[in-house]
């Protein structure tokens, strides 16, 4: 089966709920859902030769004068994502069926999801690069929809356009950068950019070049200093916060450095740039999610610190660090995507996402409770969940470090100290909102929460 149906589908599903909305929301639901699974039904069908080591690609000639081609490609990376932006959303358009509430516009709703999880889908199959920054900026612009869904509210518009400034700032970079790896390889056919590392790396355009990929990755996935952005995205319904902020969106960075790193990795300036800007964010997105009282607010920026995680062991470049990075990817977008749905019952069942005016919800909501329990050790990396797993492969790395040479003790000083605020961080989160004593109400809830 050709890759093109693929995103094809998908870009086809933006219409299906507009169609089906007059059926009813139940129908519209499970007819929006039957695209991602068909699409990853597709996917899947790769499978026997992803796992064999191959690669599965198509090109279609498009704009030969710019060297842009309708290039896809699928291997064992694409996988990894593609699986999170389909089986995710599947799941999340499930979920935000029964979220939203009977008045909103839920055909709207889920159009945009299809769309944005089409501009996903074409970011991690893309075989060129220009094809792949189309697909880029097409993910600011479904965000922006996304978050801004609730256009009543002045802190979503504030937060949707500060969204699209600043990732957007960073897709400007991003092709500066793309367009100075076309002039250096002459194409800008992935295969070609990635086999032609070395001729890069001794390029007198190569620091240029990695800075301007680096700001793309960095925005896009929330790095410090570009961190902002993405706790004021939370104004956005529960849904988008789970779907765009721990599986999706601010993955595409991660995904940009570790599809380049064979052509832009290996060298100390890489190494270090990641190091630096990871170890950085890892600490202080941990520090600011322990003072956090929002539900959401503590979640984003424990998503900050998690993805500073994953891009520190990007900049450790080894091998293990690599598979440490990639595999804590998938770990992070299980219990995070969890752990948002969570606070979006909570909230849904409450009236409130502030810790202080929680407590005691264990016996009302006993399933929300265990699943929130689960997820938040995975989180804070307790073992035998995954999250422990990924968090000492990533302190294996710290302290055989060389990087720094005499101050190499710094790198798991602070590796240390943003796993600890996780543990910290994950354990409040959880004590106060279904274990700690319950606020006297100043007025009795309209009805007992419940799952």
Same mark, same amino acid.
């Given at each position: 089966?050709?890759?093109?149906?693929?995103?094809?589908?998908?870009?086809?599903?933006?219409?299906?709920?507009?169609?089906?909305?007059?059926?009813?929301?139940?129908?519209?639901?499970?007819?929006?859902?039957?695209?991602?699974?068909?699409?990853?039904?597709l996917?899947?069908?790769?499978?026997?030769?992803?796992?064999?080591?191959?690669?599965?690609?198509?090109?279609?000639?498009?704009?030969?004068?710019?060297?842009?081609?309708?290039?896809?490609?699928?291997?064992?990376?694409?996988?990894?994502?593609?699986?999170?932006?389909?089986?995710?959303?599947s799941?999340?358009?499930? &979920?935000?069926?029964? &979220?939203?509430?009977?008045?909103?516009?839920?055909?709207?709703?889920?159009?945009?999801?299809m769309l944005?999880?089409?501009?996903m889908?074409?970011?991690?199959?893309?075989?060129?690069?220009?094809?792949?920054?189309?697909?880029?900026?097409l993910? #600011?612009?479904?965000?922006?929809?996304?978050?801004?869904?609730?256009? +009543?509210?002045?802190?979503?518009?504030?937060?949707?356009?500060?969204?699209?400034?600043?990732?957007?700032?960073?897709?400007?970079?991003?092709?500066?950068?793309?367009?100075?790896?076309?002039?250096?390889?002459?194409?800008?056919?992935?295969?070609?950019?990635?086999?032609?590392?070395?001729?890069?790396?001794?390029?007198?355009?190569?620091?240029?070049?990695?800075?301007?990929?680096?700001?793309?990755?960095?925005?896009?996935?929330?790095?410090?200093?570009? $961190?902002?952005?993405? !706790? $004021?995205?939370?104004?956005?319904?529960?849904?988008?916060?789970?779907?765009?902020?721990?599986?999706?969106?601010?993955?595409?960075?991660i995904?940009?450095?570790?599809?380049?790193?064979?052509?832009?990795?290996?060298?100390?300036?890489?190494?270090?740039?990641?190091?630096?800007?990871?170890?950085?964010?890892?600490?202080?997105?941990?520090?600011?999610?322990?003072?956090?009282?929002?539900?959401?607010?503590?979640?984003?920026?424990?998503?900050?610190? $998690?993805?500073?995680?994953?891009?520190?062991?990007?900049?450790?470049?080894? !091998?293990?660090?690599?598979?440490?990075?990639l595999? +804590?990817?998938?770990?992070?977008?299980?219990?995070?995507?969890?752990?948002?749905? #969570?606070?979006?019952?909570?909230? +849904?069942e409450t009236?409130t996402?502030?810790?202080?005016?929680?407590?005691?919800?264990?016996?009302?909501?006993?399933?929300?409770?265990?699943?929130?329990?689960?997820?938040?050790?995975?989180?804070?990396?307790? !073992?035998?969940?995954?999250?422990?797993?990924?968090?000492?492969?990533?302190?294996?790395?710290?302290?055989?470090?060389?990087?720094?040479?005499?101050?190499?003790?710094?790198?798991?000083?602070?590796?240390?100290?943003?796993?600890?605020?996780?543990?910290?961080?994950?354990?409040?989160?959880?004590?106060?909102?279904?274990?700690?004593?319950? *606020?006297?109400?100043?007025? *009795?809830?309209?009805? !007992?929460? $419940?799952?």
């Amino acid at each position: 089966m050709p890759l093109l149906w693929i995103p094809l589908l998908t870009l086809v599903g933006t219409l299906v709920p507009l169609l089906t909305a007059s059926r009813g929301r139940l129908i519209c639901t499970i007819a929006t859902t039957a695209v991602p699974v068909t699409a990853l039904a597709l996917l899947l069908s790769h499978l026997p030769t992803l796992l064999s080591g191959g690669t599965v690609s198509q090109q279609l000639n498009w704009i030969p004068l710019l060297g842009l081609d309708l290039a896809l490609r699928v291997d064992g990376l694409t996988l990894l994502f593609a699986l999170l932006i389909l089986g995710i959303g599947s799941l999340i358009i499930i &979920y935000a069926g029964y &979220y939203l509430a009977s008045s909103e516009n839920d055909a709207r709703f889920f159009s945009y999801m299809m769309l944005f999880m089409t501009a996903m889908l074409g970011i991690v199959m893309a075989d060129n690069l220009l094809l792949l920054w189309l697909f880029w900026e097409l993910t #600011s612009i479904a965000s922006f929809l996304l978050i801004g869904f609730w256009g +009543h509210r002045s802190d979503a518009r504030r937060g949707a356009r500060m969204a699209l400034t600043v990732t957007g700032a960073g897709g400007l970079a991003l092709l500066a950068g793309i367009l100075l790896i076309g002039h250096e390889v002459g194409s800008f056919a992935l295969p070609d950019v990635l086999a032609a590392g070395d001729q890069l790396r001794q390029a007198s355009t190569y620091p240029v070049i990695m800075i301007l990929v680096l700001l793309a990755a960095f925005t896009k996935s929330a790095q410090f200093p570009f $961190h902002f952005w993405l !706790p $004021h995205a939370m104004a956005a319904p529960t849904p988008v916060s789970a779907y765009l902020h721990s599986a999706t969106m601010v993955k595409a960075g991660i995904f940009l450095l570790a599809r380049l790193h064979p052509a832009l990795g290996d060298t100390s300036l890489w190494a270090v740039s990641l190091t630096l800007v990871g170890l950085a964010t890892l600490v202080y997105g941990a520090w600011f999610a322990l003072l956090e009282r929002d539900l959401k607010g503590i979640l984003a920026f424990s998503t900050v610190s $998690h993805l500073g995680l994953v891009v520190l062991l990007l900049g450790l470049d080894t !091998p293990l660090a690599i598979v440490a990075a990639l595999f +804590h990817i998938l770990n992070h977008a299980l219990f995070k995507a969890t752990l948002f749905m #969570s606070a979006g019952i909570i909230d +849904h069942e409450t009236g409130t996402r502030d810790i202080r005016r929680l407590g005691g919800l264990w016996s009302l909501m006993p399933i929300t409770g265990t699943l929130t329990l689960m997820a938040g050790a995975a989180m804070a990396g307790f !073992p035998p969940f995954n999250g422990f797993l990924s968090k000492e492969m990533l302190l294996t790395k710290a302290l055989a470090s060389e990087l720094f040479g005499g101050l190499g003790s710094v790198i798991p000083l602070l590796v240390l100290a943003g796993a600890t605020l996780s543990v910290a961080y994950s354990l409040r989160l959880v004590y106060c909102v279904f274990f700690a004593a319950a *606020p006297q109400a100043s007025s *009795p809830a309209p009805h !007992p929460p $419940h799952d």
